[in-house]
């Protein structure tokens, strides 16, 4: 038998039903390499041994009876920590929040606890989903396994570092403007941000409400499939989702479009030769390769920053370290509290948002910034749907750099900020986008991302598997 | 160009303490990123609808009724909190 901890949920689904393996031998195992690995990855916040033990010999007990079964029945996984579970400590990666207990479970959770899986523990991330490395935790740096002295990403660093270190089989991750894909490229795992709207974002930790989805990232393509397909649907209790009816691929030939402004300056050579030679790669496996053009995409990060500060700035006022949240000790009177709490509880890069939004949206500056970013997103996502005309997905690098060293843009938000440039267009707009290992430069995994237009995620996953094939 | 009293004013209507060292940092991290979103000023806007929601547009409403909530998560949600009194969060005086 092949090593335990290499196996698909596809896989280890079959594997569990014919109780050739016990989800608790399972969970051990992966609760094994945590304890193994984590010292330097440092990819889970906390672990809940007991717990997750619990759940395993649950799940034990649903197979042996065949009742009930999902193909998520006996699975461990890692959950972001910005992502409620009820019970359990969510910080999200912020000092604010070191001892908040969630009180109750996200939606995300509720569906994947009735699907059987198994929570091994919550996973380390910037704070309050806010940078690209997961520098900004205030509970200290993921690594990538790939190489440690570099980043593996963020904010869903901890996320796609455990998948990747097969430290959990899948995990959550939670995007705003690439912090699914972005790690899930930089540690060389699969990684989707769905449609707007499809996944529920009811227990959430909110960053920046209408750029926000939860979305899976998973070791192949068909895992993040069967992760979509139990975590997404309709939500009483969060009204931005919709009914989800997804489109199939009609043709039998995949169209991609690669936009011509996605190869400029600041994308890293070596990444442009991965991604160019993958392109071509699957034009040789059959599929039609076209140039295309989004005109407005070099407006696309100035847009999502500003509206990234703004949403920022006004969803975190609730942290006032009155209900709930850190509360400091030598305030005088209220106004001084709230400052108080507030500066000591935030880390720098939250300040630094939460300022600059409250800026853009203060009396004379809303017309400049706000209002010309909403009217970006119209443009934007008019571009895309221009470019649906002819294709069915669009294709481009997810990163224009490789994972880089621990501590090499820290210093300097704005290049940080850079990282995100071709992400963000998908958030912006609310499309789904997916990220695929597209090889690697050196030891470095580079991803490739995937656009489609919305809930067209069955054509993601048709491009993704067609990636895949590459490197089998 | 953002100036120093613009960083601390910024700071105090967001009700952040921000040390003078941050504020020395902030005045130059800003300016770079105002410049950087003032790009969006060559972009072609005029007319153009901004958008609301990427996705849908519909309104959509829940029933307007009252959930009766246990005691156990109604403790759990005080407990949240640093301190208080009576079963409620206590906070310094709001009127001096």
Known sequence: MADILSYTIEELSQKLAKQEISSLELTKAYLDSIKKQDKNIHAFLSVDEALALADA??????????????????????VKDAILVEGMVCSAGSKMLKDYIAPYDATVIIKLKKAGAVILGKTNMDEFGMGASTENSAFGVTKNPHDVTRVPGGSSGGSSAAVSAHESVFALGED?????????????????????????RYGII??????????????????????????????PMDSTTVELKLKKPERKKLRIGVPKEFFTKGLDKDVEKVIKDTIGKLGNKGAIIKEVSLPNLQYGLAAYYIINMSEASANLARYDGIRYGHRG????????????????????????????????LSAGYYDAYYLQAQKMRTLLLSDFEKVFKDVDVVAGPVSPVLPFKIGERIGDPMSMYLVDAYTVPANLTGLPALSVPAG??????????????????????????????IYV | MVLKKDVIRIAQLARIQVSNKEVEK????????????????????????????????????????????????????????ETTKGGFSKVKAILQ
Do not use: W
């Open chain 1, 329 to 360: 000790k030598k305030a005088k009177n209220l106004r001084e509290m709230y400052e108080e709490n507030r500066g000591e509880g935030f880390g720098e890069e939250v300040k630094r948002r939460i300022m600059l939004g409250t800026y853009a």
């Open chain 1, 206 to 235: 909110a960053f920046a409400s209408s750029l926000d989805q939860v979305g899976p990232i998973t070791k192949t393509v068909d895992d993040c499939k069967i992760v979509f397909q139990a975590i997404s649907g309709q939500d």
């Open chain 2, 26 to 81: 902030f005045v130059g991290e800003f300016s770079d990123i105002l410049t950087y979103f003032d790009t969006l000023k060559k972009a072609k806007l005029k007319g153009i609808q901004p958008m609301t929601h990427s996705v849908t547009s519909q309104n959509v409403v829940r029933k307007d009724e009252g959930k009766k909530v246990s005691v156990e998560v109604k403790n759990k949600l005080v407990a949240m909190t």
């Open chain 1, 440 to 469: 690697k430069v050196g030891k470095l995994p580079v991803g490739m991302q995937f656009i489609s237009g919305k809930f067209e995620e069955p054509t993601l996953f048709a491009a993704g598997k067609m990636l895949e094939k």
């Open chain 1, 57 to 78: 010999k649950k799940a034990d007990t649903l197979l042996k009876d065949a009742k009930n079964i999902t193909k998520l029945t006996g699975i461990p996984y890692g």
């Open chain 1, 176 to 200: 705003t403007g690439g912090s699914i894909r972005l790690p899930a490229s930089f540690c060389g795992v699969v990684g989707l941000k769905p449609t707007y709207g499809a996944v529920s």
